[in-house]
């Protein structure tokens, strides 16, 4: 009877192993992104008119782990109110295209600032895509667009002058 009882159960835990396997084939994993790490405040400017002159580049350096499908991204220099609350940004794909959506969840004081953004991105095959960051204090200076093809070169940087933020 007790061999009989641990037959059933051993032959149920492999029927339920088979489909959780053979569910899992045909789907591959979601793209997922976070913001994994964020610096200081690196500047700070009065939000006056003769505050806002600045030369600096804001970056992008990415590399690409092909066996963990995992793209790093450290975007220095991108501008957000001194008092920010918490950073954090929404990754989107469409087609080949990375959409990063960085945002603040307060703009408390009257003065900017520039930080570096460490993001990661998961479960991303290689391949050739269009990235692009979108952050909320731009205005009329240049997207921080670009095109990579991790296959032939995992890692790189992209920079775009500002003149000011």
């Known amino acids: ?26 789907e591959s994993p979601e793209i997922s992104g976070s913001l994994v790490n964020s610096s200081q405040c690196k500047t700070n400017k009065s939000a006056s008119p003769a505050g806002l002159a600045s ?28 008092c920010p609350g918490k950073l954090s940004c929404t990754i989107t794909v469409k087609g080949d295209t990375l959409v990063i959506a960085e945002s603040a969840k307060e703009a408390l004081c009257d003065c900017m ?28 200076e240049p997207h921080i667009q670009f095109e990579v093809d991790l296959a032939s070169h995992p890692e790189g940087n992209y920079c775009v002058n500002r003149s000011g933020y």
Do not use: W
Not at 1 to 26: H, P, Q, W
Not at 114 to 139: C, H, M, Q, T, W
């Open 55 to 82: 030369d600096t580049q804001s970056c992008v350096e990415y590399s690409y782990n092909r066996s963990a499908q995992k793209l790093s991204l450290k975007h220095i220099n991108t501008a957000f109110n001194c």
């Open 113 to 140: 600032c520039l930080y570096d953004l460490e993001i990661e991105v998961k479960n991303l095959a290689s391949g050739k895509y269009e990235i692009k960051f979108a952050g909320p204090y731009r205005g009329a």
């Open 1 to 26: 009877e007790m061999k009989k009882y641990l037959f059933l159960i051993l032959a149920e835990v492999i029927i339920i192993r088979l489909t959780i396997s053979c569910g899992n084939d045909n």
